[in-house]
């Protein structure tokens, strides 16, 4: 299983893109990247998936370079409610589980 | 937008006793999981269930807890005899099938305190 690697943490202001890497060196040809967001005592929220290039949704953007060593979560125009711990994942397909790391706990500031 | 349940909201519990989590996934989801958080922790797998099976559990998911599906709706977690480290937010979870390609719709959890 590919282990990731992103900050900690990291505070924004309000109405700024903020843009959080995570790095995947071992990802394996059958996974996916997989970003999800969790509130405070809630159920983590799945915000966004891809495997190569560029995928948008109407929440997120995700940028996966070539080599699909990494990858980049962008939030455009954060809001205070958008303050929430962003995890990425990398699970193969077919997996049965998903394995959380501990995320980057973004900050939005207003 | 459908969505999964979760109950009770908050379960508390003194230690030896038995608890049972309910979840209702969405209903034309196969496949189901539990999770748990405990506070200021990582998200932690516990098991997954297809075809009215375990299709893969963790080391946490030992002979104190059960998964069943006991009709066409519901998915408990069973806990036989809690300890105080159980205590956690535990997490329902289900998709339409397994796999990175398909995302996973969690419940809102039930904290589970054991004293």
């Known amino acids: 299983l590919a282990k990731t690697t992103q900050p900690i943490s990291m505070d924004s202001y309000e109405g700024q893109e903020v843009n959080i890497t995570c790095s995947h060196n071992?990802?394996?040809?059958?996974?996916?990247i997989t970003w999800y967001q969790q509130f405070p005592s809630q159920g983590p929220r799945f915000i966004i998936q891809g495997y190569k290039t560029k995928v948008t949704n109407e929440v997120a953007s995700l940028f996966i370079p070539a080599d699909r060593k990494s990858s980049t979560l962008s939030l455009p125009r954060v809001s205070l409610s958008d303050t929430a711990v962003y995890y990425c994942?990398?699970?193969?397909?077919?997996?049965?589980?998903?394995?959380f790391g501990t995320g980057t706990r973004l900050t939005v500031i207003p | 937008e459908p969505e999964v349940t979760q109950t009770p909201s908050h379960q508390v519990t003194q230690m030896g006793q038995e608890v049972i989590l309910r979840c209702v996934p969405i209903s034309n989801h196969l496949y189901f999981y539990w999770y748990r958080q405990i506070l200021g922790q990582k998200v932690e797998f516990l098991v997954s269930f297809y075809n009215n099976e375990i299709s893969e559990k963790s080391e946490i998911f030992d002979d104190q807890f059960s998964v069943e599906r006991p009709d066409g709706s519901n998915f408990t977690l069973k806990i036989r005899s809690t300890k105080l480290e159980d205590s956690a937010m535990y997490f329902c979870?289900?998709?339409?099938?397994?796999?990175?390609?398909?995302?996973?719709?969690f419940g809102p959890g039930t904290r589970l305190t054991v004293t």
């Open positions: 994942l990398v699970v193969p397909t077919g997996a049965n589980n998903l394995f």
């Open positions: 979870a289900s998709s339409e099938e397994a796999g990175g390609n398909y995302e996973q719709y």
């Open positions: 071992n990802i394996a040809t059958n996974d996916y």
